[in-house]
């Protein structure tokens, strides 16, 4: 008889359910989210199990590395499709999110998610932070803006380097907006400093990774893009074609179609919102800056002349996937214009 497991995983305990082949419950316990944990409780006797799932997260991904290298069979499913699955259900705890997944796993109705490495997530790790605290730079611009708003004081267009000394030009005279501008513009110094440390971090590791100075070589793609992306796709041969990366992202449109009513929509937006936007900010660059000519740029010129830029921005940013993705899996750098290289072959 065969055995599937599910594991609903949470930050102190996690609930874990067996089921066999046809689906009955034969056993069910509350586990510490600990990798030692979970390896020795799938390892007693009697306790062959074909197949385990979790659901895609933080802390899965940590507990798959060990289980996986344990030698136990265990999967990542996508959250957007777990979720989608459990909504028939009327009442959710965590002892029958474990059952659903452990019926998904018999079922194979389930969509696995590839683990990212170590390195993919000491970049993501550093992209992350440097997003939090390009954000939180950006909220303490607003609310001074906001703040000396109420009082009729407008700062107006400035840059980077004159947005403090225009604050303190405009709160002069006044204690109180003296006192607050005074604090948060020492918080925003601290914030900067902190912000242009993980820069000078970021483009030191993408000068020790290969793959992101090949990227590079594409106009348009400088560091941040490239480190976004090799992180995102970690293992290129983990995708059939160069195609999948688009849809991946959420760059390909929505598609609804039942009997008669057959219509596409905008692009789905699903997968990481990081990877999308460099893409698409690249592709905004190569359209509306000096950069040198290629045959992609002509391509989305044409697409821009019929469809508007937003359209080939898009357009474009899928592109850019396939494109960045045969550079990872074939090692090459970026070729501008087809026709020429292959005269020069």
């Known amino acids: ?15 874990v359910c067996v089921v066999d082949a046809d689906g009955k419950i034969m056993r069910e316990a509350k586990v510490l989210s600990e990798p030692d944990a979970l390896i020795a409780w799938f390892e007693q006797p009697g306790l062959a199990v074909e197949r385990i799932g979790m659901e895609a997260g933080p802390l899965s991904q940590w507990l798959y590395a060990a289980m996986a290298k344990a030698g136990l069979a ?22 029958k999110d474990a059952r ?39 909220d303490i611009d607003l ?15 400035t840059t980077q380097r004159t947005f403090a000394a225009r604050i303190c030009e405009l709160v002069e005279g006044h204690p109180t907006l003296a006192g607050i501008a005074c604090s948060l513009l020492r918080a925003r110094e601290t914030l900067a400093s902190e912000f242009a440390g993980f820069e000078r971090l970021l483009r030191a590791m993408a ?15 400088g560091v941040l893009v490239s480190m976004t992306f ?15 990366v688009g849809p991946h992202f959420g760059l ?7 009997g008669e009513t057959d219509r596409s929509g905008r692009i789905s937006k699903v997968g990481d919102a990081g990877v999308r936007t460099a893409l698409y900010e690249a592709a905004h660059v190569i359209l509306t800056r000096p950069v ?43 070729v501008p214009y087809k026709a020429a290289s292959a005269k020069a072959a």
């Open 292 to 334: 040198k000519a290629s045959d992609l740029k002509s391509w989305a010129q044409g697409i821009e002349r019929r469809a508007g830029l937003n359209k080939a921005c898009v357009a474009l940013a899928r592109k850019l996937a396939v494109v960045l993705h045969q550079m990872l899996k074939n090692g090459t750098t970026f």
């Open 1 to 15: 008889m065969k055995y599937y497991a599910g594991i609903d995983v949470s930050l102190e305990y996690s609930s």
């Open 143 to 157: 609310c001074l803006r906001g703040i000396l708003r109420g009082f009729g004081l407008k700062v107006g267009k």
């Open 252 to 258: 390909t449109p929505r598609k609804y179609q039942s």
């Open 74 to 95: 265990v999967e990542l499913l996508e959250t957007r499709h777990v979720r989608t699955a459990f909504k028939t259900m009327p009442v959710k705890t965590d002892k």
């Open 100 to 138: 659903g997944i452990a019926q998904l796993i018999r079922l194979g109705w389930f969509r696995p998610v590839h683990c990212k490495s170590l390195p993919a997530q000491d970049i993501r790790a550093v992209l992350t932070a440097r997003k939090i605290l390009q954000s939180k730079l950006h």
């Open 207 to 221: 000068r020790e990774n290969i793959d992101a100075r090949r990227l590079m070589s594409t106009p348009g793609v």
């Open 230 to 244: 090799v992180a995102a796709v970690d293992a290129p041969e983990r995708f059939r074609s160069s195609r999948d």
